[in-house]
């Protein structure tokens, strides 16, 4: 029995540039910036004190009843923001007709917002200087009297997915994973795995993150891998560059409807691309290292083309390589980068440097766990419109990054024949990989 076919039909976002897919868009291929200062807490002792916020971001400007979701944290927000326009852009919203049962969701959700003054407080006050220890006693009393039942409830990230569920009526296969970085993409891949095998007609699938915060922001600091570029900020996320020195934390989400090809042509839905293929892997090496020979990415694009049947170094009728364009996972790590473009370079062979590769980080930040969806969503764009997002700030070349990453400017390539297929690529700290495969529709 053959799996049907599974189909993109709606798509939303919330982004450091903005909270629509037109205008973001427009922005992206224009190589702004959405990095600036820190502004959520005082940040100004940090090593590290600018990221890429969402600022002007309004839950109401998204939905009705806004004030029902006020005790969530901003990735929950962020979530409802982009499932409402993948909503609405699907036509769910009018669709009278769809069983709850058979409408599933699969999110890659972060914690929710920490309430780190209250916290560190009661830590603080409770702290015996003589006896150089936290009295616990004294801590429980100082919490008790500071701290939200419902907002440390609203820390956990299945949170964020009981809310979507609830708000849409989701009813059907409930998932969420926390792999890191790669968690947006694994949500959709995994989504669509049941689709396929029947378990729904239709998933809400994607990620949503903020780590913008105290604990979130010291953490990354102390593994010496976020930029450091203090004085330049806005430049500060540089993937691909020889002068790179870390990411540039982001925040927002990314949302999907995703549908059997049956499902969306029964009512009508106008069909945006499909998700031709998912692969997965784990480098299985070292927590805090990816494989320095790129093997877990390589086995996860590999996969992804297996199931798109795709033969990554076999050119296509019209002289191209099958793929034509690479979201990258791009993050502005040194090993990071270079590992990526070791594992491009292993899959595709002689090939590899004629496959446009580019990291949107460069102007968006590092969303974390909504940055896959968010990053499939601009290789949909792309399908689209045929322009190819630059990887920005990218001036001085590294002789160990030698592909062709559009640098700078945004590329127009419909005079190529388009954009037919994209991979996008995530790749999770500890070692987990996931790249999803996007073809244009009709095939």
Known sequence: MT???????????????????????QRILAGDSGINRVDRFDAHTFKTNFAAQATGFNLADHIDNAHEHAQCGHSTHFALAAAAQAVRQAGLDRYKALSPRRFG????????TLDFANYAAAHVGSYDQAKQNCDGRAFARLALASMNAT??????PNLTLS???WRFGCRGPASNCMTACAAGAQSVGEACELLRRGDADVMLAGGAHSMIHPLGMTGFIRLTAMSRRVDDFTHAARPFDRTRDGFVMGEGAGMLVLETEEHAKARGATILAEVAGFGSSADAYRITDIQPHGKGAIASMAAACKQAGIDPRTPGPDGRPPVHYI??????TKENDKIETTAVKGLFGDLAPKVPFSSVKSTLGHLIQAAGTVELITCVMAIRTGMLPPTMNLHTPDPDCDLDYVPNAARDINAQGGVQVCLSNSFGFGGQNDTVCVRAWPA
């Open 327 to 332: 979201s990258a996972h791009g993050t502005g």
């Open 151 to 156: 907002t440390e409830i609203e820390q956990e």
């Open 163 to 165: 809310h979507v569920a």
């Open 3 to 25: 799996a049907p076919r599974v189909v993109i039909t709606g798509m939303g976002w919330v982004t450091p540039l903005g909270s629509d897919i037109p205008t973001v868009w």
């Open 105 to 112: 969701i699969y999110m890659g959700a972060g914690e929710g």
